[in-house]
């Protein structure tokens, strides 16, 4: 079991950058597909980015490529950098944990794969 906590949210206005943070409370490394997340109000939930700690594997949806990024540190923290900051990335941010099988398909973008979530962090881009 995974226990994440994710902080680094905040209100922005457009053209700036924001990092979200995701502690996990356990060991990740090959173990867990790492993703991050968003909803904006009275959407669907929708992956951001994932990556597989410790193999270097990444994927990004096709709207965040080019502006957002995200990257580990040596222990069990998993960040997403995000620049250019556009108001339609307004939503709550979510890091989640699937099985490392989910990193290998573009089941690693499926709700349905993520067994651990974190709180949420919320971000606001103004314009």
């Known amino acids: 079991q995974v226990q994440l906590v994710e902080s680094g949210g905040g209100s922005v206005q457009a053209g700036g950058s924001l990092r979200l943070s995701c502690a996990a409370s356990?060991?990740?490394?090959?173990?867990?597909?790492m993703g991050w997340f968003r909803q904006a109000p009275g959407k669907e939930r929708e992956g951001v980015a994932a990556?597989?700690?410790?193999?270097?594997?990444t994927y990004q949806s096709d709207f965040v490529k080019g502006r957002f990024t995200i990257s580990q540190d040596t222990k069990n923290t998993v960040y997403l950098q995000m620049n250019t900051l556009k108001p339609e990335d307004t939503a709550m941010y979510y890091c989640?944990?699937?099985?490392?099988?989910?990193?290998?398909?573009?089941?690693?973008?499926?709700?349905?794969?993520?067994?651990?979530w974190g709180q949420g962090t919320q971000v606001t881009v103004s314009s």
């Open positions: 989640a944990a699937a099985p490392a099988g989910a990193c290998y398909s573009a089941s690693w973008a499926s709700i349905g794969e993520y067994n651990y």
């Open positions: 356990g060991y990740i490394r090959s173990r867990f597909c």
């Open positions: 990556l597989l700690p410790g193999s270097g594997m």
